[in-house]
């Protein structure tokens, strides 16, 4: 590669790094509590607003990774592409699908501002859909497919990279959240279903899973439904 494209390459890494670091931060229970403790009259908009940063934020990550395609290292021909672009699709449509399993005024921060929500936690009860019986992050799984089933050049491989590994420590992340808000619930959840790749002889069953909800029911447990993933 030009001494340009070493740049971009060195500038990107860069970018992904602080991005994740910066949406790991605003996050974490730590900084919410924070905000929630200094700035209370704030919370009803934390939600909105750090979607509508990590939203905002990634565009120039987006466009520095595909201004300049090219070299490219791989492209998918023959039935290779069609595989991919039909697993690509099939992600595509599993994400649509998934949307209906979740409470989207919540996730996007709608709900908090509308109620007045001042509470650090996330209001949504824990819930299993069809797909969080087979994986505990769907959307993760779905986005790792997405980023994998495209061309490669050196930037998007390297934006690729930096997701799959995003991914991996934010679902840990997520879930460390998942247990505060569950406990021993999410605790055997974790044991009975995988994290980011379905794995067909592991998988909960609608009645496993009815009765592994049962005690959060039962208690009147609420916290995030798996929002973010």
Not at 15 to 29: G, K, P, R
Not at 55 to 79: K, V
Not at 94 to 112: A, H, I, N, T, V
């Amino acid at each position: 590669m030009t001494e340009s494209a070493w740049c971009d390459v060195v500038l990107l890494a860069f970018c992904w790094i602080a991005y994740f670091a910066l949406h790991s931060a605003l996050a974490s229970l730590a900084v919410k509590r924070r905000v929630a403790a200094g700035w209370p009259s704030l919370m009803p908009y934390y939600r909105l607003t750090f979607n509508v940063l990590a939203s905002l934020l990634i565009l120039p990550i987006l466009w520095l990774t595909y201004r300049a395609p090219e070299p490219m290292l791989w492209r998918w021909q023959g039935i290779g592409a069609w595989l991919a672009n039909g697993l690509a699709l099939a992600a595509l449509f599993g994400f649509w699908l998934s949307l209906k399993s979740y409470d989207m005024q919540e996730f996007l921060g709608l709900r908090q501002l509308q109620a007045q929500v001042r509470k650090v936690e996330d209001q949504e009860h824990f819930h299993l859909s069809t797909f969080h019986r087979h994986v505990r992050h769907p959307w993760y799984f779905f986005g790792l497919v997405l980023v994998w089933t495209r061309d490669m050049s050196a930037t998007t491989l390297l934006s690729s990279v930096f997701i799959t590994l995003y991914f991996i420590i934010g679902s840990r992340l997520e879930e460390k959240k998942l247990l505060v808000y569950h406990g021993d619930t999410y605790r055997r959840y974790m044991e009975r279903v995988p994290g980011l790749i379905p794995l067909p002889w592991k998988y909960l069953a609608t009645d496993e899973a009815e009765a592994l909800l049962k005690p959060d029911q039962d208690a009147g447990i609420k916290g995030a439904g798996l929002p973010w993933s």
